[in-house]
Structure formats: C-alpha cells, structure tokens
C-alpha cells in the first residue's frame, strides 16, 4: 500500500514514520513518498527517516519528490501536512494581529483566517488533481486549520477526505487518566469544531464518569486542562473544552500574553527549525538524535504563554507523546483492512448537529470502516457553545467565499465576522496589513 505525504519535509513526518514502523500484517503501508517544494527540507527528513528505518525490520520504503503530480499518481492514502508561507507566514500572522490587539494563533481569530485565506486555494488544487490522478485514494487533513481546509477539500473529494487532530485525543486520554479509566475501554463524548469543541461525557460500560470529575476540585487541578481553565469555570461548563478554547474564555489575557512574550510561537518555530534542518543536513552527526532533542522541546513550550497566563505550571510528561499519527494510523488501517474502530474526526456534519448543514465540516466521533467515517449521532449543544459554533462556521464560510472569488471585501467581512475581532475598522486594516506581506494574498482584489 502507497502513502504519500504532502508536506514531506515537514517536522513531524517523523512521527508517522515511526507509527508506521510499528505495524504489521497484510494491507500495511510498503511504499512512503515524501512530497515537498523544498528539495533540502526533504533531504533532511529523509535522512531522519531511515536511521528510524535502520533499526526496523522489512520498514516501508522511502522516496522523495517536488513534483506532486508524480507523488500523487498511484497513492492509495494521501496525508496532506502542508504549510502555505511556511513558518515565516505563521510568525507574520502572529505579528500583523497582536500589532492590532487581537489574537494571531495559526487556528484561532484573525492569525487562523489569514492562514486560512492562504492555504484553502492550494488545497483546493490538491484535492482536484487527487480527484484526477488517484480517485481511489483517501486524503488523510492534517493542515490548518483543519476543519476549514477539510471542508474545502470536501467539496471536491465528497466523503473521501478526512480531518483529523490530535488535540481531541490528548483531551479524552487525560480525563480518562485522571478518573482510573483506560481510554480505549471508554466512549468519549465530543462535539463542535476542530479546536472549538467539548468534552461532554466519558461512558464507560453505560455509565458517564465526567460528573464524578466535575464534582471533584482536587482531580480538576490534577491534568492540564482543569489548571488551564479552573475549576470552577468548567464546573460552570458542565463540560471540559477543547485547549484552544482558552484563547475565548480568556482572550484578553492571551493576547497581553503573547504581546509581551519575547517572540511568538511562530517565530520561536521558525528559528528551532532552522536550526534543526541545518543540523540534519549535516552528514557528521544523527539526523534522528537532532530530531528528537528539537521535538521534546517543541512539546515542552507548547501553549507556554497560555499555561504561564493560567499558572498551570509545566506540561505533563505523558502529555508530550503527541498523538495525530496514532490517530492518522489508525484511520488508515480502518479503511483499507476493514479494521471498525471509533474516532473522533473532521467529517461532513450530514445531520450531527442540527444547527449546520449537512455539507458542515464538524469534529466529531465517528465510526471508521472500509466505507469511511461515518459521524455518530450526537445530542445538541448548550446554547453558549452553538453560538460559538455558529458563528465561527459563519466566518469560515465567509473565508471558503473569499477564496473562491477573489473578494477582498467578503475577507474583511470574514475577520469582521469573528468573535475575538471588534471592529469592521481593524478587519479591514487586519487584511491591508496580511495583503502586504503575504504574497499568496495577492489574489485579494
């Protein structure tokens, strides 16, 4: 079986790698093709990639390319990771929103929408050149912000491409940690948006165990999220929200943070990366040992300045595994062996939550076959969670419309539309100033 990963120079196509090594049997990955632009990136990764494959027997094999037709032709899962601006667009985001007070965050407010303006367009040509050069193949959404891109793809791939995200899944492990539960022997809860979604149950054999939890102040402040939000916010909730919900629940603390950090998350990456790929291109030292040291600390500063805003001290070490190639895993071998299991995934809403459309790209659990994903029926939400919800589909709506037509004046109405953006005047000076310095804006007129 074929994979082909996009954004094959990636950081983390390592992680996949080193799932994939762990599987056996028939209908497993034998052939992997890296696809990238950057041709030194993918030198690098290729490098870590067989000293990971030098201490396994029968590892799948490894080839490279920057022509992604010839990296699609024959693919039977293709795994899209791709970043459109590359960490310097992430950091210039960042920057032209926290300058205008509000949130820059790759997925989140005005820093998700100009990332997302960026990205739908190319991946709108990916999923068409998948449609005409592997229309067997299943796409496997990794790029941000997920749900967006997913629901772009969709549009053209139908039910055959799939967003996944790891950040449900470190959610649902760590309260099943905390209340004695293992992860695989509870069903978990979930609904809303990738990264805009609550945790509202964890059943095991019938019974939910999230009330035992809730009523609990000593086990809330025992895992991340608890310290994140507090106590009494989530007791409040009634529910245990997705990480990235604390950019809403406290944006003006955020914000402040990220303001007078001393570089932000995006520009932190740009230069640990650097460092990295310059390092792994060097044939004197282990490409694999360089990877490993940068991923750690990568892990450990992940959401720093939200953690420090919320005094909830370091991350755990069990949370510092990552998660999305488990994930990602998983899903392939459900489909291409049958294998049912159940997962919580970006699919088309098709009646989920009655709020959307069916063509609604939600986050939700999902039973996985030989078929797809097919979205489990979930409750409604509570009133404060489907206006958020509403309305942060609204924009990306309003994004997917901006992007098809070339209107400048549906992307400020986009940013406009956003719940943590204030004002029709920094909507439109937020596209002046992202026009400017994002080159793959220029189709904004």
Same mark, same amino acid.
């Given at each position: ?81 791709? @970043?459109?601006?590359?960490?310097? +667009? *992430?950091?210039?985001?960042? $920057?032209?929103?926290?300058?205008? #007070?509000? !949130? %820059? ?94 945790? @509202?149950?964890?059943?095991?054999? +019938? *019974?939910?165990?999230?009330? $035992?939890?809730?009523?609990?102040? #000593?086990? !809330? %402040? ?100 990552? +998660? ?115 080159? +793959? ?5």
């Amino acid at each position: 079986m074929r994979l082909t990963i996009l954004g094959g120079g990636g950081f983390r196509v390592p992680l996949v790698y080193g799932a994939l090594l762990t599987d056996r049997g028939a209908g497993r990955v034998t052939e992997v093709v890296l696809h990238d632009p950057d041709g030194s990136r993918l030198y690098a990764v290729a490098r870590v990639l067989a000293e990971q494959a030098s201490a396994a027997a029968d590892a799948p094999r490894v080839t490279t390319t920057t022509d992604l037709d010839e990296a699609l032709r024959g693919a039977d899962f293709v795994f899209s990771a791709i @970043r459109v601006g590359g960490l310097q +667009g *992430r950091a210039d985001d960042e $920057r032209v929103a926290l300058a205008e #007070g509000v !949130l %820059g965050q790759e997925t989140v407010g005005a820093g998700g929408i100009a990332y997302g303006l960026r990205t739908v367009p190319v991946a709108v040509d990916i999923a068409r050149r998948v449609a005409r050069l592997a229309p067997e193949a299943w796409v496997i959404n990794f790029t941000n912000p997920a749900g967006l891109v997913t629901e772009a793809m969709s549009r053209h791939l139908g039910d055959r491409v799939i967003g996944i995200c790891d950040s449900p899944v470190g959610l649902g492990r760590r309260v099943a940690r905390v209340l004695g539960v293992r992860p695989e022997d509870a069903w978990i809860d979930y609904v809303g948006l990738n990264h805009l979604g609550w945790l @509202r149950g964890l059943r095991v054999e +019938g *019974r939910d165990e999230l009330p $035992r939890l809730l009523a609990d102040p #000593g086990l !809330l %402040g025992s895992f991340e999220e608890g310290r994140l939000f507090g106590a009494d916010w989530l007791q409040s909730l009634g529910a245990v929200p997705n990480e990235y919900l604390h950019y809403y629940y406290f944006n003006r603390e955020a914000v402040r943070a990220y303001q007078e950090a001393e570089k932000t998350r995006g520009a932190f990456l740009r230069e640990q990366q650097a460092r990295f790929y310059d390092e792994a291109r060097r044939t004197d030292v282990s490409a694999l040992g360089a990877w490993e040291r940068t991923r750690a600390e990568r892990e450990a500063t992940y959401m720093a300045e939200n953690r420090e805003t919320a005094g909830a001290g370091e991350r755990e070490a069990e949370d510092l595994s990552g +998660g999305y190639e488990k994930v990602a895993l998983a899903l392939m071998r459900a489909i291409a062996r049958d294998e049912r299991t159940t997962l919580i995934l970006n699919v088309r809403n098709r009646g989920t939550l009655s709020v959307l459309d069916d063509d609604a790209v939600v986050e939700v659990p999902c039973l996985v076959d030989a078929n797809g994903a097919h979205p489990v029926a979930a409750a409604p939400l509570p009133g404060h969670a489907t206006g958020l919800v509403c309305a942060v589909k609204a924009v990306e709506r309003e994004v997917l419309a901006a992007a098809g037509s070339g209107s400048r004046a549906t992307a400020v109405k986009a940013f406009a539309l956003h719940p943590l953006v204030d004002s029709v005047h920094v909507a439109r000076r937020l596209v002046e100033g992202y026009t400017a310095v994002h080159p +793959g804006l220029g189709y904004l007129t």
